[in-house]
């Protein structure tokens, strides 16, 4: 076994484990977005391992590094109780995670059966952040832009419904 | 190839770590004190002899040690005890990727004077410094005091909102450099440029002879002197330490995030914020101020006029020599300048910390980036 092999089987351990955690960890809402942390950074690790060096630093940055937090202020804040999560209220939401959670073991199961495709060497340089951002740049310069604009107009909702007497 | 990584790691972290941190501990009471008009810290003494306050630093950790380590009624166990060290291990990994030295050939072995060198090492930077916000929210949370959560919390706000910030105001840097490789940065920093360059380049003018010989280094400083500044800026926020010392405040929120820790678990917090301040000197240094580059005397400049007498693996060691001490010379340059700083500013409120992150520097940062690019441009139209 080669040491990627056991690096793989580490991160996807601790990106399994840790995943239970956040699911399973009902009581304590700060424990369970910190398990998320977790997960996200041993999917950065994968990622590493599969050479997408650029996706797994900005998977640690944005999603380890800010989007979780901001989770954090939003739990903290809140105080959430125990039984904000009472059973009855959320039948509607069980219900479309079933559904969701079916789809991708479809999904899942149609990949595993139909077979990988054979592995190809990697190209030079592949994914370093010349070639991400000449490819976000040239081949998806629309949806960067498109993305863009859907932001910009989250941040003008968001500084609406912060400042509500803006007129 | 291990046994080498391994050396260089024990050599940076004995040299950065091990000894610049006890010993900036003592530097920040000494230094204040002599901006002060004080005497400053002496008193500790190893059978009479003071040797000017340097056995400070040690009493300073015994007693830490030697303190009840005390975890407080109603606090998360677990997160309250493993906070101090998610806030201290980022710092002390980040100088995984910073170069204290070129690369050396003694015959055919190279020696190349960095742990670790990825092509994104800036960017490695980057996502450590954000994994550290979770030492403060974690402790902050976990000590079941409201002082810490909303110290917690307004250290999160301010860490993430300066990393935008920090992020953006070094993208000039690396648009200069062509490269986000920290190492490559050093070598594009290892020769001079003239100082009158674009009056002939973008202006078609021409420069008088007798003053085309003015050179300078090509260093960060002078390519991108606002990124500098902002830079600067930015990551001393992001370190948290006044005058950007939100998280704390003996008047409003008593010690922050921390209130609630004793012993070494405090001095965990205590310490990851002098790693910091190496780090960002040793960034700085290797961004900003050419890293381990002697101004004027490049690598073959140096080799070539050594070994035409000595040999040249003589030349070699020495030129290696000369450069790691150029680097930490350069870090402890920028350690006193953190620290004039921190003794000569006074606090900001947190309203002014946001306005100056979010509408001073971050327009900025984007101005910069637009201006680099169109210079660039210009400068590549004129030499074609």
Same mark, same amino acid.
């Given at each position: 076994?080669?040491?990627?092999?056991?690096?793989?089987?580490?991160?996807?351990?601790?990106?399994?484990?840790?995943?239970?955690?956040?699911?399973?960890?009902?009581?304590?809402?700060?424990? +369970?977005?910190?398990?998320?942390?977790?997960?996200?950074?041993?999917?950065?690790?994968?990622?590493?391992?599969?050479?997408?060096?650029?996706?797994?630093?900005?998977?640690?940055?944005?999603?380890?590094?800010?989007?979780?937090?901001?989770?954090?202020?939003? /739990?903290?804040?809140?105080?959430?109780?125990?039984?904000?999560?009472?059973?009855?209220?959320?039948?509607?939401?069980?219900?479309? !995670?079933?559904?969701?959670?079916?789809?991708?073991?479809?999904?899942?199961?149609?990949?595993?059966?139909? $077979?990988?495709?054979?592995?190809?060497?990697?190209?030079? #340089?592949?994914?370093?952040?010349?070639?991400?951002?000449?490819?976000?740049?040239?081949?998806? /310069?629309?949806?960067?832009?498109? +993305?863009?604009?859907?932001?910009?107009?989250? *941040?003008?909702?968001?500084?609406?419904?912060?400042?509500?007497?803006?007129? | =190839?291990?046994?080498?990584?391994?050396?260089?790691?024990?050599?940076?972290?004995?040299?950065?770590? #091990?000894?610049?941190?006890?010993? *900036?501990?003592?530097?920040?009471?000494?230094?204040?004190?002599?901006?002060?008009?004080?005497?400053?810290?002496?008193?500790?003494?190893?059978? #009479?002899?003071?040797?000017?306050?340097?056995?400070?630093?040690?009493?300073?950790?015994?007693?830490?040690?030697?303190?009840?380590?005390?975890?407080?009624?109603?606090?998360?166990?677990?997160?309250?005890?493993?906070?101090?060290?998610?806030?201290?291990?980022?710092?002390?990994? !980040?100088?995984?990727?910073?170069?204290?030295?070129?690369?050396?050939?003694?015959?055919?072995?190279?020696?190349?004077?960095?742990?670790?060198?990825?092509?994104?090492?800036?960017?490695?930077?980057?996502?450590?410094?954000?994994?550290?916000?979770?030492?403060?929210?974690?402790?902050?949370?976990?000590?079941?005091?409201?002082?810490?959560?909303? %110290?917690?919390?307004?250290?999160?706000?301010?860490?993430?909102?300066?990393?935008?910030?920090?992020?953006?105001?070094?993208?000039?840097?690396?648009?200069?450099?062509?490269?986000?490789?920290?190492?490559?940065?050093?070598?594009?920093?290892?020769?001079?440029?003239?100082?009158? %360059?674009?009056?002939?380049?973008?202006?078609?003018?021409?420069?008088?002879?007798?003053?085309?010989?003015?050179?300078?280094?090509?260093?960060?400083?002078?390519?991108?002197?606002?990124?500098?500044? =902002?830079?600067?800026?930015?990551?001393?926020?992001?370190?948290?330490?006044?005058?950007?010392?939100?998280?704390?405040?003996?008047?409003? @929120?008593?010690?922050?995030?921390?209130?609630?820790?004793?012993?070494?678990?405090?001095?965990?917090?205590?310490?990851?914020?002098?790693?910091?301040?190496?780090?960002? !000197?040793?960034?700085?240094?290797?961004?900003?101020? $050419? %890293?381990?580059?002697?101004?004027?005397? +490049?690598?073959?400049? @140096?080799?070539? !006029?050594?070994?035409?007498?000595?040999?040249?693996?003589?030349?070699?060691?020495?030129?290696?020599?000369?450069?790691?001490?150029?680097?930490?010379?350069?870090? *402890?340059?920028?350690?006193?300048?953190?620290?004039?700083?921190?003794? +000569?500013?006074?606090?900001?409120?947190?309203?002014?910390?946001?306005?100056?992150?979010?509408?001073?520097?971050?327009?900025?940062?984007?101005?910069?980036?637009?201006?680099?690019?169109?210079?660039?441009?210009?400068?590549?139209?004129?030499?074609?």
């Amino acid at each position: 076994m080669t040491a990627s092999v056991v690096f793989f089987y580490a991160f996807a351990a601790l990106a399994v484990v840790s995943a239970l955690g956040m699911v399973l960890n009902l009581r304590n809402t700060v424990a +369970s977005a910190m398990s998320l942390v977790v997960t996200m950074v041993a999917l950065a690790g994968i990622y590493v391992l599969l050479e997408a060096h650029i996706v797994a630093v900005f998977q640690i940055m944005v999603y380890a590094g800010a989007i979780i937090v901001l989770f954090l202020f939003v /739990v903290m804040l809140l105080n959430l109780r125990t039984d904000a999560f009472s059973p009855g209220r959320q039948k509607l939401v069980k219900l479309a !995670a079933t559904l969701i959670a079916f789809v991708v073991l479809a999904e899942l199961l149609r990949v595993l059966t139909t $077979g990988l495709p054979e592995a190809q060497p990697l190209p030079e #340089g592949y994914g370093g952040y010349a070639q991400v951002g000449v490819a976000l740049y040239t081949d998806y /310069v629309l949806l960067v832009e498109v +993305s863009g604009l859907l932001l910009l107009a989250a *941040i003008v909702g968001a500084l609406i419904l912060a400042k509500r007497d803006i007129g | =190839m291990l046994v080498e990584v391994v050396i260089k790691a024990l050599f940076i972290l004995l040299v950065a770590i #091990g000894s610049f941190v006890p010993i *900036i501990t003592w530097v920040e009471r000494k230094q204040s004190a002599i901006m002060q008009d004080r005497i400053g810290a002496n008193r500790a003494d190893v059978a #009479g002899i003071r040797i000017l306050g340097l056995f400070h630093p040690i009493a300073d950790v015994i007693k830490l040690f030697a303190k009840e380590d005390v975890v407080p009624l109603g606090a998360n166990r677990v997160m309250h005890l493993v906070a101090p060290v998610i806030a201290a291990v980022p710092a002390v990994i !980040a100088y995984a990727v910073i170069p204290f030295g070129a690369v050396y050939a003694f015959g055919a072995k190279e020696i190349s004077l960095v742990v670790a060198d990825p092509d994104w090492g800036l960017l490695y930077i980057f996502a450590i410094g954000s994994i550290a916000t979770y030492g403060t929210i974690m402790a902050g949370w976990s000590s079941n005091n409201n002082w810490s959560m909303l %110290g917690g919390l307004r250290a999160s706000a301010q860490m993430i909102s300066y990393e935008v910030t920090m992020g953006l105001s070094v993208v000039g840097v690396f648009m200069v450099f062509h490269t986000l490789k920290l190492t490559d940065m050093v070598f594009a920093q290892d020769s001079t440029f003239r100082l009158l %360059g674009f009056l002939d380049v973008l202006f078609g003018l021409p420069v008088p002879v007798w003053l085309d010989w003015l050179r300078l280094p090509n260093w960060g400083i002078f390519l991108q002197p606002l990124a500098f500044v =902002m830079f600067l800026t930015a990551i001393m926020a992001e370190n948290k330490r006044p005058p950007f010392d939100m998280p704390e405040g003996e008047s409003e @929120i008593v010690a922050g995030y921390h209130t609630e820790y004793s012993g070494m678990r405090f001095g965990l917090f205590f310490m990851s914020e002098f790693i910091e301040v190496v780090v960002i !000197a040793g960034l700085v240094s290797t961004l900003f101020l $050419g %890293g381990w580059s002697i101004p004027y005397l +490049s690598q073959e400049t @140096i080799i070539g !006029a050594i070994s035409s007498v000595f040999g040249i693996g003589f030349a070699t060691g020495l030129c290696m020599i000369l450069h790691v001490l150029t680097f930490f010379l350069k870090v *402890i340059v920028m350690i006193w300048l953190q620290m004039a700083l921190r003794w +000569s500013l006074p606090r900001f409120r947190y309203d002014q910390v946001m306005d100056l992150c979010w509408k001073v520097l971050l327009p900025l940062s984007i101005a910069n980036v637009f201006v680099t690019g169109l210079v660039m441009l210009l400068v590549q139209r004129g030499a074609a």
